[in-house]
């Protein structure tokens, strides 16, 4: 093999075949011409890209290879590393965006003359966007560090040529990113886009102020500086120097701003140590005990106080207001306890009297990570000298805003508009109209007390029953409806016996079949959720033609038979799956307990992570019938692989029984009811619950009277 060839795991096998990783282990035991391991580890080997590309191909399993699946593959097996590969291929793609005529001037010379000018090239790019060389995190690569992957880089500016250079990166970016989710803690970017949106400066008048100055100390993969509409220059440290650099690469290729990305500890080292800018954005790390606690002592930073040793995250608050100027706005992503630890009370106390904390957010569970804790959002701003603190503290609690405290189960959408709705008027008049259970602007003095606990919850009591006992009436009218559709849906005792008993093959003596010989013989195709079609076919285009938010149908959704409640983000690197009525929809991790037929209402919406979708031929299988063997137990079972903390389902494995069209409709008839009733069973058991909270809450605060 070639030195520097590029080579692919069997996960990589997988991804360019459409197949899951145990068809490839098959391959290998079962076909003695399957190329050999050229690297890696014993229980996790490495291929030669080549070679395995010829064999699917020899093996007709691959007509093919798309060109960013061979980009990836080349990038995350350059011998220099994924990240290191990735951020010269972010350096060439800034200059294929900015100076597309030189690029193709360079891309058409051989290897070694190619290796040799682009880093001249690459150094005219780099250096008005990102300023000084001596101290920026992304620095132009020599001709010898080049070389090696020439390749790599000529086809990275041909994807460009086919997705566009911004999109390509975000492409290899996220796939990196997936690659690796223990390495990095990423902010998803709704909860960016929010926290932009509430540092945004906004001018008296209401016009939009002048291009703002912002800073992320922990700026992580670039998410938060990425959310912010239209910026001067912006400022980017973290610790990790690749990860600094495929930052400053991503905003450059994102903004026209100045970008000013650095790499070194923030708290020991900062960067930027006379900046002022006008709003600072931030996703710490929490809990962190190695801070600086020990070394950092009397450092001017701690205006409000010295943090203990176990609070970092305000350390983190302080650090960012003293890179504020004066009135500057700072918005961190905060843990909930550092809104109520004893440890902290002092600092946030000093915080509160002086005015620099001006509200605190709570969030839905599954709103960032860490997913299952409903964390917090800090609104500071930096006390301007002669003004007088504010007297009042804006807290909101979206925490009721998720459907379950998984990363898809967030209604955003209202998250957004229930914040934004308080923060305004409170960011304008200084003071908020109240929503109960929802929003309240608190006098500060009543807040400083021997615990100063800010968390929104404790000081914003549930909302009362809206309208008391006629709302409750509604509810109970539409139980009682609910409960009388279910009597009449309740399937008989014994649905399936016929006349004649001989007429159906008992289930031992059944012929039956797989989704994946279903899918061979063209009977169905196969879709997996969030990383385009399968090798079956192609997904449909990303964007309607009025540039509409897609729908994305999640996990949660789902599994709570509800409508899609999240929305596919602008600029997604590939394109959804989208559903049509008449599609199996089934959840890849949990045993298979669902599989939904989607009606023409779920038609359009895209398919979110972690769901397969089976769209049949409708001249070959019922859909209803489809969907009804699938979630059989002992098919699911069978079906099904079992970690220690996950069960996967591979619906490839899914067996169903061979029957004429004529005897898959009736069955079909007999799961369409069923699943019937189990939508009437599901909206009683939440109208009662509903009721039941109702009356306990009306009966304790005194709405309701018996």
């Known amino acids: 093999m070639p030195e520097n060839a590029a080579e692919v795991t069997a996960a990589g096998i997988a991804r360019l075949a459409g197949v899951g990783r145990a068809a490839v282990s098959n391959w290998r035991r079962r076909h003695s011409d399957f190329p050999q391991p050229v690297g890696g580890t014993e229980t996790s080997p490495s291929f030669a890209l080549t070679e395995v590309e010829r064999w699917l191909r020899d093996q007709g399993k691959l007509a093919e290879v798309p060109l960013r699946e061979r980009v990836w593959q080349e990038l995350s097996g350059d011998s220099a590393g994924t990240a290191t590969a990735l951020v010269r291929a972010g350096c060439v793609l800034l200059l294929v965006r900015d100076r597309p005529t030189r690029w193709r001037y360079l891309a058409a010379a051989p290897d070694d003359r190619f290796a040799e000018l682009l880093p001249t090239a690459l150094s005219e790019v780099l250096a008005p966007r990102f300023g000084d060389w001596m101290e920026s995190a992304v620095h132009s690569p020599i001709a010898r560090e080049l070389l090696p992957s020439v390749s790599l880089l000529r086809n990275v500016g041909e994807l460009a040529a086919e997705l566009g250079a911004p999109e390509t990166f975000e492409f290899l970016l996220g796939r990196h990113l997936d690659a690796n989710p223990r390495q990095y803690t990423l902010t998803p970017p709704e909860a960016a886009a929010l926290m932009a949106a509430l540092a945004d400066p906004v001018a008296p008048d209401g016009a939009p102020a002048r291009k703002a100055t912002v800073l992320d100390p922990a700026a992580g993969a670039g998410a938060l500086l990425r959310a912010v509409p239209d910026p001067g220059v912006l400022y980017a440290q973290d610790a990790a120097p690749e990860l600094a650099a495929l930052t400053g690469l991503r905003l450059a290729l994102h903004t026209d701003a100045e970008i000013r990305a650095r790499a070194g500890d923030t708290l020991r080292a900062d960067a930027f140590p006379r900046l002022a800018v006008d709003a ?33 995250e305000l350390a983190w608050v302080q650090h960012a207001l003293a890179r504020l100027r004066p009135g500057g706005t700072a918005v961190l992503l905060m843990p909930p306890a550092a809104a109520s630890r004893r440890s902290g009370r002092r600092v946030r106390a000093d915080l509160l009297r002086r005015g620099a904390l001006r509200a605190v957010v709570a969030l839905p569970a599954g709103a960032a990570p860490p997913y299952g804790i409903p964390l917090h959002l800090w609104v500071l701003r930096k006390p301007v000298a002669g003004e007088r603190p504010s007297p009042e503290l804006l807290l909101v609690d979206t925490a009721e805003l998720s459907a379950g405290g998984g990363r898809d189960s967030v209604d955003w959408t209202t998250v957004h508009t229930t914040v934004l709705d308080a923060w305004q008027p409170f960011d304008r008049r200084g003071t908020a109209e109240e929503r109960p259970g929802v929003s309240r602007a608190l006098p ?51 649905p399936f016996t016929t006349s004649d008993e001989s007429a159906a093959p008992a289930p031992a003596n059944r012929l039956t079949t797989t989704v994946g010989e279903l899918a ?29 938010p897609v729908p994305v149908l999640t996990e949660h959704d789902l599994l709570a038979g509800r409508a899609p409640s999240g929305v596919l983000p ?89 029957l004429p069209l004529a005897d898959q409709r009736r069955y079909g008839e007999h799961f369409r009811a069923l699943a019937a009733f189990e939508d009437a069973l599901r909206l009683a058991g939440q109208l009662g619950e509903q009721l039941v909270q109702g009356m306990y809450d009306g009966l304790a605060d005194g709405s309701l009277v018996m």
């Open 280 to 312: 600072v954005l931030c996703h710490p790390p929490f809990n962190e005990r190695n801070w600086g606690h020990d070394v950092l002592a009397y450092d001017p930073r701690w205006e409000y106080g010295f943090p203990a040793r176990t609070e970092s």
């Open 444 to 494: 500060v003095v009543e807040l400083l007390d021997d615990d100063v606990d800010l968390a929104p919850a404790r000081h914003l009591p549930p909302q009362a029953a809206a309208n008391g006992t006629a709302e409750l009436a509604l509810v109970r009218e539409r139980l009682a409806d609910t409960l009388a559709l279910t009597a009449e849906l309740t399937p008989p005792g014994a």
């Open 570 to 658: 602008d600029g997604a690197p590939e394109e959804p799956v989208r559903i049509e009525e008449g599609d199996v929809v089934v959840p890849v991790l949990g045993g298979g307990a669902v599989a939904r037929v989607m009606d023409a209402a779920m038609a359009g919406a895209a398919l979110g992570r972690n769901l397969q979708l089976l769209r049949p031929d409708p001249a070959a299988l019922d859909p209803w019938f489809l969907a009804g063997f699938l979630r059989g137990t002992a098919n699911t079972r069978q079906a099904s692989s079992y970690a220690s903390t996950a069960t996967r389902l591979d619906a490839r494995r899914l067996q169903l029984p061979r």
């Open 520 to 548: 061979r013989a063209g009977a169905l195709v196969l879709y997996t959720g969030g990383s385009g079609a399968t090798a079956e076919a192609a997904a449909a285009p990303a964007t309607d033609s009025a540039h509409a």
